[in-house]
């Protein structure tokens, strides 16, 4: 009777069990199917967990802005690319929190930042921005980090606040005259935006311009994209005009004299986006700057090798000290 008993409760405990793994699986893939937004979210909250960042909001003078933030010491403010958002650079921020506070925020146009602007969101607006988000967190000096348009736009900070500057570091900035242009470049210069994605195909193409070569990307995080894409390629679109103003184009050729800070430009030597030979040009121009050129990396080195990129940024951080 006992064991009777005891088969009838093992096979009650397994169909409870069955119908819970079927349930999970079933919202699984509801939310991969209809919501692939909703999945990629939470991924990005189980990468903060493990990058040791948490998300944040403070009000400054041009609105709320969403951030991440983690670590203690002197801040490292990551300021990322055209499109992008603050957890792109999460790959990095989990090797920098050991070791010092990480501040990244949404720019202004991107990712959770619905901060009402004046409509200007060329790299010098965007540098005042970055500044009113330090004030208002109380920071008065920090490192400064960007990459591709971020890059410019950190440039134009510390040109603008070199007291403020403690560190520069520039990944692959836009915003610089290269001594040839690639194939790519010269489409973009002639007016074409390949970055106007609308479906697979047009997102296919510029992933294969940007990434390195063989990166490949989940499909659910593809239909994410291309959902954040339709719904704001028109703002992205006038950002975009902005960015290739003459004024903006190679803002970083004229400032280069004023970013006195020490400071690190590293670049992918595979970038179809922006040629190395503008790197070494600019850390040519700049008052106290190395050049350190990843020889297996295109142009997102925070995303696409997140190891080296964090390795030989902590390497130039920390250069000196004990």
Known sequence: MRMAEGSVLRRAVWRSAASLL????????????WYP????????????RIAGVHYRE?????????YLDGGSGTPVVLLHGFQDQKDSWLGVAKQLTP??????????????????TNGDYRPAAQAERVHAFLVALDVSDAHIVGVSMGGEIAGAYAARYPAATLSLALLSPSGTRPDTVSA??????????IFHVTDDATLDTLISAIADSGVTLPRVLKRAMLAEYRRRNPLW?????????????????????????????????????????????????MPDASFVELPDCG???????????????LDFLFRGRS
């Open 22 to 33: 079927a349930a999970f699986v079933g919202a699984s893939l509801i939310i991969y199917i």
């Open 37 to 48: 937004v909703l999945l990629v979210h939470a991924i990005a909250l189980i990468q903060r």
């Open 58 to 66: 403070v009000a400054t003078a041009f609105g709320v802005v969403p």
């Open 99 to 116: 070791w010092t506070r990480v501040l990244i925020p949404d720019l202004h146009g991107f990712g959770d930042n619905r901060a009402a």
């Open 184 to 193: 790519l470049g010269r489409r973009i210069m002639a007016g074409r935006n």
């Open 237 to 285: 679109d006038r950002i975009f005009a902005q960015l290739m103003e003459p004024a903006s184009l190679f803002l970083l050729d004229s400032l280069a004299p004023r970013m006195t800070a020490r400071a690190l430009v590293l670049w992918g030597r595979h970038d179809p986006l922006f040629a190395v030979s503008g790197g070494r040009r600019l850390a040519n121009r």
């Open 299 to 313: 142009h997102l080195c925070p995303l696409t090798q997140p190891g080296e990129t964090a390795a030989r940024y």
